[in-house]
T-cell receptor, first 114, second 116 residues
Framework: GAVVSQHPSWVICKSGTSVKIECRSL??????MFWYRQFPKQSLMLMAT?????????EQGVEKDKFLINHASLTLSTLTVTSAHPEDSSFYIC??????????FGPGTRLLVL | RKEVEQDPGPFNVPEGATVAFNCTYS??????FFWYRQDCRKEPKLLMS???SGNEDGRFTAQLNRASQYISLLIRDSKLSDSATYLC?????????????????FGKGTLLTVNP
């Protein structure tokens, strides 16, 4: 079946550091990728929708200048958390859409900002 | 009203029990519906889609009532391996030819623990 990978799987960094997370669809081309964030005991919250070759669409309340998304190819999207702060510590999950409705999730990246 | 609302749980049941999860959604124009399971500290994985006519996959049965904006999941003969958080997920965007409004909205999830 389709596989989506994320790298790194976990990150510990100092406050003020920028962190880049990669999301790859390994055996299919994904025109659309999604970035979610999940805080402990909370639901996944969509942060942004990333379309290949165009600007990402951000959900309300998500700062586009803080969470930079690049979707340069049909198999790769990146999320950069700029100047990370402790409140950005969370579980970041990407997903890639295949076809009309099928969506596959990556294994997630745990970010801890000290 | 929350966009997707689920039983808060948690549910603790013995092996072999039947468990029912309930979910309601706020957007009557929602197009498609899913149940995902999420294991601790892992990504969500699709359990099954939910169709208007209801559908079954082994021990799992999903039902949809569009008039009531209600979705359910029934697990029969529960196993230890069924222990997980069950997420009700709704596509609140229109699935048009380009699917440009496709957007999954997740419920908070209901934690199930199946005990030996």
């Amino acid at each position: 079946g389709a596989v989506v990978s994320q790298h790194p799987s976990w990150v510990i960094c100092k406050s003020g550091t920028s962190v880049k997370i990669e999301c790859r669809s390994l055996d299919f081309q994904a025109t659309t990728m999604f970035w979610y964030r999940q805080f402990p005991k909370q639901s996944l919250m969509l942060m942004a929708t990333s379309n290949e070759g165009s600007k990402a669409t951000y959900e309300q309340g998500v700062e586009k200048d803080k969470f930079l998304i690049n979707h340069a190819s049909l198999t790769l999207s990146t999320l950069t958390v700029t100047s990370a702060h402790p409140e950005d510590s969370s579980f970041y999950i990407c997903s890639a859409r295949e076809g009309v409705e099928t969506q596959y999730f990556g294994p997630g990246t745990r970010l801890l900002v000290l | 009203r929350k966009e997707v609302e689920q039983d808060p749980g948690p549910f603790n049941v013995p092996e072999g029990a039947t468990v029912a999860f309930n979910c309601t959604y706020s957007n009557s124009a929602s197009q498609s519906f899913f149940w995902y399971r999420q294991d601790c500290r892992k990504e969500p994985k699709l359990l099954m889609s939910v169709y208007s006519s209801g559908n079954e996959d082994g021990r799992f049965t999903a039902q949809l009532n569009r008039a009531s904006q209600y979705i359910s999941l029934l697990i029969r003969d529960s196993k230890l391996s069924d222990s997980a958080t069950y997420l009700c997920v709704v596509n609140m965007g229109a699935v048009d030819s380009g699917g440009s409004n496709y957007k999954l909205t997740f419920g908070k999830g209901t934690l199930l623990t199946v005990n030996p």
